[in-house]
């Protein structure tokens, strides 16, 4: 029997019940959120969104779905852009409200009069937003901002509403038929559900004992840097990911040279919404690839929309991520050296 199936010691090693946690990911995108504050969208001619690590995920994802009738950045350092002016909307997103990048460039985008906008569970950025009554949604208690991606998603669409860049009804409308799909096509990954049958089970004995590294198309790729992400912090285990057609311009000759006996694991996040020469990319890499690396795992994305194989993608991945981790005997919540990085940073 795998270790995998002995929920006795999944319950030893997942203390913070990050497995339960990603079972019910789905009821973000449902789930009510707190809004306050006002927002003059008159104007806006540019969105940045400044956040970090997990705070920064669904605005990779946002990207993608819903897409802004507006130019749309994701902005992942200290200041801003030399672009941002009183014609700009930033985002700014921590979800402990003490990340220092985000404070900074909440700073820089006060010092250029811009239209701002805050997602954040309180501190320093919450305090802010609530002196100067800025459009603030606030995020749900989770046990850590990579479990709240779909929530940040959410509160991305009420921010992008707020500011006129986007639909309300429409975005509610989509993420409540993402959520009932997900609850349905995620049931099978759980952990009462043997590895027989459970493919997420199946990949992280797959990604165990290497170093994954995640390859997706222009879709994808929010998604497989999400999985990357996961790797590192469910895991503990260094991932790399990558993206096409980039991929073929460069890091395909990396895998040219030395045995085959590498010790990664490919994963190829797939989608039917990817373009055919995308497709053509990740076939022809393979067969030229052969016998100079580990054969791709391919993974196809299900679902019927794109907003459905983006989140499918991303549930999967955490799943597999958290078996991993417990394949590793390690508990996947906690994130150690990170607060101790902040403790040093002072």
């Known amino acids: ?40 969208h008159s104007a806006i001619e540019q969105v940045v969104y400044a956040g970090m690590g997990g705070s920064a995920l669904a605005a990779l994802i946002a ?15 200290y200041g801003l852009p030399a ?6 909307l930033v985002i700014v997103a921590s979800y402990s409200g003490n990340t220092e990048e985000p404070l900074s460039a909440l700073e820089a985008a006060q010092a250029k009069n811009a239209h701002i906008a805050i997602i954040t ?5 919450l305090a802010e937003a609530k002196s100067h009554n800025y459009k603030t949604v606030i995020m749900p208690n989770v046990v850590e901002p990579r479990f709240a991606v779909f929530a940040n998603l959410k509160a991305i669409c009420e ?69 990357k992400i996961s790797f590192n912090e469910n895991a503990k285990n260094v991932a790399w990911c990558g993206a096409y057609p980039e991929f073929s311009h460069n890091e395909f000759i990396g895998w040219s040279s030395h045995p085959v006996e590498k ?37 196809e994305a299900e679902g019927a929309t794109l907003l459905q194989q983006l989140l499918w993608t991303v549930m999967l ?28 940073l002072g």
């Open 1 to 40: 029997m795998s270790v995998l199936d002995d929920l006795k010691y999944i319950h030893h090693k997942d203390a913070s019940d990050a497995l339960g946690i990603a079972a019910k990911e789905p009821r973000q995108l449902v789930g009510e959120l707190e809004i306050f504050g006002e927002l003059d």
């Open 63 to 77: 990207e993608v779905w819903p897409g802004f009738s507006k130019h749309f950045i994701t902005w992942r350092n």
């Open 83 to 88: 672009f941002v002016n009183h014609k700009t």
């Open 121 to 125: 569970g309180g501190g320093k950025l």
């Open 159 to 227: 921010i992008a509403s707020a500011a006129g860049l986007t639909s309300t009804e429409k975005a509610h409308s989509e993420l409540k038929k993402t959520a009932e799909f997900l609850d349905q096509a995620s049931a099978s990954w759980r952990a009462d559900v043997s590895t027989a049958n459970n493919v997420a089970k199946k990949l992280a004995l797959e990604a165990v004992g290497t170093s994954p590294v995640i390859y997706a198309g222009p879709l994808l790729y929010p998604v497989a840097y999400k999985w």
């Open 263 to 299: 010790p990664y694991r490919v994963f190829n996040l797939r989608s039917s919404f990817d373009r055919d020469r995308i497709a053509m990319r990740f076939d022809i890499t393979e067969k030229l690839l052969s016998g100079r690396r580990p054969a791709a795992i391919n993974i």
């Open 317 to 344: 991945g955490d799943f597999v991520t958290i078996y991993t981790g417990l394949l590793n005997g390690v508990d996947p919540s906690p994130v150690e050296l990170v607060e101790k990085m902040k403790k040093e």
